[in-house]
Structures are given as C-alpha cells and as structure tokens.
C-alpha cells in the first residue's frame, strides 16, 4: 500500500531524513520508534505532503502510483489522512462545518461526533481552547469523516490523560477495524495505518504488525513492534546506534 | 430665526472648506446637490427587479416580511415610508421635526456641524433622513429597515438620521446603503445621532454596497445612558472608492455596554478607512471594537480608539488584517488612553497573509486549496453577526468566497 525508498527530506536547508525505507502493507498497523528529535514527524508529514518538507532523493508510492510531488490535497483524495500531534487553531470554522464538508454526505457528522462524545464540540472552533484528548478526539473524529485507507497517526496517545487514552485507543481501534475481529480478514478488509509511539500505550490497543526504529533521521531496523519496545524500554535508542554502527 | 440656529448656520459656513481629519478630500464643487423630490413609491414589491435585487444586496427586503417598518431615501428624497409595527415611530428627519418640538434638542447635539465640510455641507443643506424612535418600554421583535440610495449620477447626497431608543426599549435597524445600477460616480454624505436610553439596546447593522467612483462619508456619534446597550455591525464587502467612517460612541451612564464589529473588503482601486471609537464617561462601562478586514489589492486603515475617563471602565480592542495580494495594504492604527487609574483598556492587532499551515490543514482533510482559503477566509470575517436576513446572509457568503478565490 505505502512504499517509502531512499527518501531524502530536507526542511529550510536541513537535512532530516536521509536513506529512509519503510513499508506498509494493506490491512498493516505499522509502528515508528524513536527518540525525541529522530525525524519521526517529519516522516509522517513529508508522507501526507506538507509543503515545509523538501524531497531530495528517492520516492513515495501508494497502491503503486508515484506520489512524490503530488500536493496534499491530491494525496488525502487518494486515501491518506493524518493526525498531527499540534494541529493549528481554527479560528472561525466551526468543527461540525468542516466534518460536514469532509463528510461529503456521506457520512452523518452528527453520528460520527456521538461515537466520540463530541457532539457538544461540534459548534466550536476547530481547535480552539481544545484540550489534548479533545484535539486527539476532534482529529479522529474529522478522519472518521474523511474515512482514508492509510492512516498516519502522530503519537496519538501524547497530552492525553489516562483515562481518555482508553476511550482514543478504542476508537483507533475501531476505525482501523472497521469491525473485523479476525486477524486473517483484517488484511483483506481493515485499513491500514503508521503510528508513531514514544511510549508504546497504544500498542495496548491496536494490532501492530511490524515495527520501524528512526534514529538520527534514518531507520535503523525493523522487527516484531512488542519486541523491540520491550528492548527500547530495557535499553534505550543508543543501543540501536550502536547495533547500526556495528554492521 | 433663534439664536442658537444662527449660531450654528454661522459654524457650518466658517466649516464648509474645512477639509476632514482623515481620508481622501473630495471637492464638493464637483458635484450636483441631488435632488430633492422623487416620485413616491408606494410599494417596494413593484419596484422592477433590478432594484428589488440592489436592495436585498444591503439587507432591505421588498416583501418587507419580518420587517417592523420600511424607510426608503432615494438621492435627497424620502420616497418610502411604510410601518408594521404600531409600536415605533419612523419618519423622516424633518416631519419629526415639524411633528416633535422636543427633537430640536437631539438634533445636531452629537455630531458638530463644523466637524468638516460634510458635516458643514449637510446642515446646510438642511439634509434630510430617517427618524426612528422606539418609546419607553416598547421592544421590536423585527428590524427596522432603512435604504439610502444613490439615485442620479454624479451627484452628492446628505443624510441627517436621527434614533431615540427610549427608557428600557430595544430596536433593531438595517441600514443598507446603495447605488441605483448606472451610478457609478458621487458623493454619499451620511449625519447619524442616536441616543439610547437608560437600559435600552439598539442594535444596529450597515451594509454598504456601492459603485467603484463613490466617495462615502459617515458622521456618526451614539450617546448610550446607564444601563444601556449599542451595538453595531458594519460591513461593506463590494468595491467603493473611498470611505472614510469614525463612529463615536459615548458611554455617558455606569455600565453602559458597546460592541462594533466592521467587516470590510478593500478591492483593488479602493481605500477604505474605518475606525471605531468608544469613550467611557461612566463607572463600570464596557466596550468592544473588533475589526476583521481583508485586502484583495485596496487600501485599509483600521483605527480604533478608547479613551477611558471613568473608574471601572473595560475595552477591547481587537484588529485583524489579512492581505490577500500584494498590491494592497492593511495599517492597523489602535490607540488606547486611560485617564484614571482603576480602567483596563486592551487591544490586540494582527495584519498578514493566510497561514499556510491552515490551508494545509484543511488541505490534508481533502479539501482544494480554493476550498481551504474560502473557508478559512470565511472563518476569519465570521464575527458572529446576528438578524442579518438569509438572502443577505448568503450573498456575503459569495462574496467573501469569491473575493478569496480572486486573490
């Protein structure tokens, strides 16, 4: 479904990503690794498109197409959506204006806000005075609406307090789904996604199938996600510098 | 003749040179005084089309449905007047005049004749207008809606309005300001006084709609006693050559309350310069300014002003720009003067292009760049302006969609 290869991105003259290869199969939960400051977000963001994000080298496809230079817009059409960690204020869009204008009739925004107790939200502006879980949940919420086939969701589990990490876990878990149980149809039917951790607690909810480490704006290597975040935890990101310096 | 009329004749010749404080200086000369009789309209429904659709463009419905009353002001005629609500009194200026003794101590006790040549020009001219009172106690559920239209070309047109709110009343007005179709070039000269009584609101909304060659020259002062409320909603979103507008509004009763939003669109060719001003003469008063403006090639000043006298006094003042091309200009010029110790003034000014992290935003949610910029330009003029009509409501929709799409 994605593709990533030798991808060389820079930002204002520096360079934050170089050699970057990674996948994501369809149906795949594909889960980022990595240090504060790796690149991690400028993957994410270079993948949806974001103009700030330069791309030197390599090349990005999905389902195949080259979508490189597309611009973001193109991109989302063809079934990517984000969750970025700081999303700006809206000032003046109302949140239900613009699940309404996603939509595109055809989901019920209404519905979609009651899923995630945020119907009261929905006459506010987007962003505005949102706390962490309510922009985590307005975000899901505005992508339920938009219902991509990739999912990139940046640290969805950062500034939310620890109950409503349940609720937001559950509701990823959910749109991942798309109410398949079994793992061997979750391929064939559920949507695919790139989910970057620092800590792991979303691993509590969903399904990750492969794991990514990025170090100093490369991936390192790549493994069973539970297993390497049980080795990140024992031994941090400078063992996986030293594993890569190694080879 | 009484004294103090002579007096006041006397002022406004000594004025009629005088140029204005702000604004381009238009030379009276150049125009014709419009005329002062029109033909009478009886019904606003047989107007032809054209005209029924210049005047729902500024918020006048000629079904006149939902309306309280109807006032039409065609060059320097009155040539409508018609009443729903038994409840209010609306007139012209000079038959209230004829009709109340007592207004001769409202007129011109606001707004000084020799403030500038226009000031000076429409007291001479012995300009009329619309007078709307709305007496003690009395509430309008609908609006009041009023037009004052450029009717002949190159002509210059004054207007001398004059509202009482009335002890514990409210009212609503509309005000649409506008050209008949042909009229590209003139001069619109508009006197408004208001006085709103202790606990009375008046609410007041102004749209203005005119043609490319128009020069457009407000003068207009609020007198607001205890208790009592005045708002306003100002919006001119079509090109006009110049206008250049100063409302003052004085808060002379303890806790009086003003809001004026402007909402205004400056195309290429034209320079808008609006400015609001509250004065707080009275403990425990309140104001607010906000200015949303956008540039699509014009000129824009916003100024806004508060001058706090009185204990307790809190204002706001709130001005945002947003360039749209970089032929125009946005000046935000706030001033902010407190002369007593316990007040609270404030005031915030942005002026910049779109955030392209917001066009992105939305951009990412599939929507095109056009659609992202029209929604968040929309977002951005969206002052939460209330009892505008739905055919108005619309039609600044377009215009603000299409103005951030012709950028």
Redesign the interface.
């Known amino acids: 479904m994605l593709k990533i290869e030798n991808l060389r991105v820079e930002v204002n003259g520096k360079t934050l990503l170089h050699d970057v290869n990674l996948e994501v199969g369809k149906g795949y939960t594909n889960v980022l690794f990595g240090p504060n400051g790796a690149g991690k977000s400028a993957l994410m963001r270079t993948i949806?498109?974001?103009?700030e994000y330069k791309i030197l080298e390599g090349r990005i496809l999905f389902n195949g197409e080259d979508i490189t230079h597309l611009?973001?817009?193109e991109?989302?059409?063809r079934g990517l959506?984000?969750m970025?960690q700081r999303?700006?204020n809206?000032?003046?869009?109302k949140l239900g204006?613009?699940v309404r204008?996603?939509a595109k009739g055809e989901k019920d925004p209404e519905a979609l806000a009651e899923n995630l107790d945020m119907q009261r939200f929905l006459n506010r502006?987007v962003n505005v005075g949102f706390s962490g879980g309510e922009i985590k949940r307005s975000e899901l919420l505005?992508l339920a609406a938009?219902n991509p086939s990739l999912y990139l969701l940046d640290e969805p589990e950062s500034g939310v307090d620890l109950v409503s990490i349940g609720h937001v876990g559950t509701k990823i878990k959910e749109l991942l789904n798309q109410g398949v149980e079994c793992p061997g149809e979750r391929c064939k039917k559920g949507k695919s996604a790139l989910i970057i951790t620092h800590t792991g607690q979303i691993l509590d909810y969903v399904q990750a199938d492969r794991g990514y480490i990025l170090c100093n704006g490369t991936v390192m290597c790549s493994g069973n996600p539970l297993e390497m975040l049980e080795e990140i935890k024992k031994k941090g990101y400078e063992e996986c510098v030293r594993c890569k310096l190694m080879r | 003749m009484q004294a103090d009329e002579i007096n006041l004749k006397k002022k406004a010749e000594s004025a009629i040179g005088k140029k204005a404080a702000f604004g381009e200086d238009f030379e009276l000369e150049k125009f014709e005084e419009a005329s002062k009789v029109s033909e009478p309209i009886e019904n606003m429904k047989e107007l032809d089309e054209e005209s029924q659709r210049t005047l729902l463009k500024v918020g006048v419905l000629p079904s006149e449905e939902g309306r309280a009353g109807t006032l039409l002001m065609k060059d320097n005629a009155i040539s409508h007047t018609s009443q729903k609500d038994k409840n209010i009194e609306l007139m012209s200026t000079k038959k209230a005049m004829e009709t109340h003794e007592w207004l001769k101590d409202y007129a011109w006790k606001l707004v000084a004749v020799d403030t500038d040549k226009y000031t000076a020009k429409s007291y001479l001219e012995d300009a009329d207008g619309y007078f709307i009172r709305a007496p003690a106690g009395k509430k309008t559920v609908f609006p009041v809606q009023t037009c004052l239209m450029l009717g002949s070309k190159n002509v210059s047109q004054t207007v001398h309005n004059i509202v009482v709110v009335e002890e514990d009343a409210r009212l609503d007005i509309i005000t649409g300001c506008t050209t008949q179709k042909g009229v590209e070039e003139g001069l619109h000269l508009g006197i408004s006084e208001m006085y709103v009584k202790k606990g009375a609101t008046l609410n007041f909304t102004m749209i203005h709609n005119w043609a490319e060659n128009i020069g457009v020259r407000p003068r207009t002062v609020v007198h607001v006693e205890e208790g009592g409320t005045f708002i306003s909603n100002y919006i001119c979103l079509k090109p006009v050559r110049s206008v250049q507008s100063f409302p003052t509004v004085r808060l002379e009763g303890k806790g009086a309350v003003t809001r004026l939003n402007t909402i205004a669109i400056a195309h290429p060719g034209s320079e808008l310069d609006l400015g609001s001003r509250a004065i707080f003469n009275a403990p425990g008063t309140r104001a607010e300014l906000i200015s949303r403006t956008i540039t699509t090639g014009g000129k824009i000043i916003a100024r806004g002003e508060m001058i706090g006298n009185a204990v307790g006094a809190k204002g706001h003042l709130e001005c945002r720009g947003l360039i749209l091309s970089d032929k125009g200009s946005q000046r935000a010029i706030p001033i902010l003067e407190a002369n007593v110790a316990d007040i609270e003034l404030t005031h915030e000014a942005a002026v910049g292009k779109i955030a392209q992290d917001q066009v992105e935003y939305l951009m990412a949610r599939g929507l095109t760049e056009d659609e992202a910029v029209g929604m968040i330009v929309r977002g951005f003029l969206d002052v939460g302006i209330k009892g505008i009509p739905e055919e108005l409501r619309s039609e600044i929709e377009d215009t603000i969609t299409q103005t951030a799409l012709g950028m």
């Open positions: 949806m498109g974001f103009s611009p973001v817009d991109r989302a059409r959506g984000i970025t999303p700006p809206m000032s003046g869009i204006d613009l204008t996603v502006d505005q938009q």
